[in-house]
């Protein structure tokens, strides 16, 4: 028997987060595309982030058949993808076109690469990067490069230079949800990610 799940945040109704959601107005279209294996995954951001930001949808898949629908959705607007690719151009200083949406990746970096791997239209979009990122704060999930950010912490960050978006309610809802992880631990596991 499948949990209760809250419509709103995708999250078990016992942890709902919605008290932590401030709906957000943003210019850029949002269009997170989500590896299959993070569907489920209690600690994932993405189901969040589109929950806080209204022009932010996310679509499931890993294959090229997967994401026909998005493809169709994106239509002739100018597209860029969020990752870091050697020929990308930092959101620190970047002017996109008025018209432009912003594409990431959600799943580990393993996962994400082949997803590009499997998509060569979404490896042939031009690539926007972070020169400057602040430092990532999602310590109930391990994280393998020293620049990881949380496909919530991306996507703030990214708006907030791209279109000066306030990132307030987005780090509102994933402090929330950091809270929700580490009150739901046993107590031995909860210590390895406290800080000071």
Same mark, same amino acid.
């Given at each position: ?62 294959? !090229? &058949?997967?994401?026909?629908? $998005?493809?169709?959705?994106? =239509?002739?607007? #100018?597209?860029? +993808? /969020? ?69 919530? !912490? &991306?996507?703030?960050?990214? $708006?907030?230079?791209?279109? =000066?978006?306030? #990132?307030?309610? +987005? /780090? ?25």
């Amino acid at each position: 028997m499948s949990r209760a799940t809250c419509p709103r945040c995708q999250r078990p109704q016992r942890t709902c987060l919605c008290h932590a959601i401030k709906a957000t107005d943003h210019r850029l279209p949002v269009h997170i595309l989500m590896h299959p294996s993070e569907l489920k995954c209690a600690k994932g951001t993405a189901g969040l982030t589109a929950a806080v930001l209204n022009h932010c949808q996310l679509w499931c898949g890993e294959s !090229e &058949a997967d994401f026909a629908p $998005l493809r169709a959705a994106l =239509g002739q607007r #100018p597209s860029f +993808l /969020l990752y870091p690719a050697e020929d990308a151009q930092p959101v620190e200083s970047v002017s996109l076109p008025a018209d432009a949406q912003l594409l990431l990746i959600d799943g580990t970096w393993r996962k994400t690469h082949k997803m590009l791997q499997l998509n060569p239209w979404l490896a042939a979009l031009p690539t926007l990067t972070f020169r400057d990122a602040p430092s990532g704060d999602y310590r109930i999930r391990k994280a393998h490069r020293a620049d990881s950010l949380s496909t919530l !912490e &991306a996507t703030a960050y990214a $708006l907030q230079c791209l279109e =000066g978006l306030d #990132p307030a309610p +987005l /780090l509102t809802a994933f402090d929330a949800l950091k809270q929700s992880q580490l009150a739901h631990m046993p107590e031995s596991v909860r210590q390895r990610y406290q800080r000071d």
